[in-house]
Nanobody, 120 residues
Framework: QVQLVESGGGLVQAGGSLRLDCAASGRTFSTYAMGWFRQAPGKERTLVAA???????YYLDSVKGRFTISRDNAKNMMYLQMNTLKPEDTAVYYC??????????????WGQGTQVTVSS
């Protein structure tokens, strides 16, 4: 079992940057694959970026080169650095975890979400 808490969302102008943090509870954080999802109004929740316990990463095509996912297993933390933000990045962003090594897969544990709004 793992509990997840996101922070770092907010309002930013287009072209700006934000960093999202995800704090995880539990002693087995390093055994989990972690991901960031987002959901805009009227749209499905989409995997934006993911990272395995060994550091293998996945990015949605539209965020490649702009977003960077990372994790610190010693601190039970995951991060999403978002640069050159666009209005279409506006969404609620969720931290998620799943046991195992697959990163593009179903996730079992979810945070409460944090709003990111990018103004034009």
């Amino acid at each position: 079992q793992v509990q997840l808490v996101e922070s770092g969302g907010g309002l930013v102008q287009a072209g700006g940057s934000l960093r999202l943090d995800c704090a995880a509870s539990g002693r087995t954080f390093s055994t989990y694959a972690m991901g960031w999802f987002r959901q805009a109004p009227g749209k499905e929740r989409t995997l934006v970026a993911a990272i395995s316990n060994g550091g293998r990463t996945y990015y949605l095509d539209s965020v490649k080169g702009r977003f960077t996912i990372s994790r610190d297993n010693a601190k039970n933390m995951m991060y999403l650095q978002m640069n050159t933000l666009k209005p279409e990045d506006t969404a609620v962003y969720y931290c998620a975890a799943r046991f195992g090594t697959a990163i593009v897969a179903s996730y079992n544990y979810w945070g409460q979400g944090t709003q990111v709004t990018v103004s034009s």
